[in-house]
């Protein structure tokens, strides 16, 4: 059974630091393309970065030079180090995977997620 629980968040101010854990179990981690979402409150579910086995990475432009996604495969671990944050920042954080070597892109690609953690950054 797969499982992502995601760890890591919380409240800052602007200008702030934060750093996203996800750890990941129940199917084979390192193979896999594993990307951060996140959703504002009223707002659509977001893609924000992804990283793939090897470790190639892609973000979204609203967070690039700020975020850096990185994984650990000996831990089965995915992380997000989210700097210089910003109030649009805010959102509930989810871990995701389609489960196979391909990124997701959008939120129907997701075939599994974690619960989420919550980031608020005030200004």
């Known amino acids: 059974q797969v499982q992502l629980v995601e760890s890591g968040g919380g409240s800052v101010q602007a200008g702030g630091s934060l750093r996203l854990s996800c750890a990941a179990s129940g199917y084979t981690y390192w193979y896999s393309c594993m990307a951060w979402f996140r959703q504002a409150a009223g707002k659509q579910r977001e893609w924000v970065s992804s990283?793939?086995?090897?470790?190639?990475?892609t973000y979204a432009d609203s967070v690039k030079d700020r975020f850096t996604i990185s994984r650990d495969n000996a831990k089965n671990t995915l992380y997000l180090q989210m700097n210089s944050l910003k109030p649009e920042d805010t959102a509930m954080y989810y871990c995701?995977?389609?489960?196979?070597?391909?990124?997701?892109?959008?939120?129907?690609?997701?075939?599994?997620w974690g619960q989420g953690t919550q980031v608020t950054v005030s200004s």
């Open positions: 995701a995977t389609r489960g196979g070597g391909l990124c997701p892109a959008r939120s129907s690609d997701v075939n599994y």
């Open positions: 990283i793939s086995s090897f470790g190639g990475a």
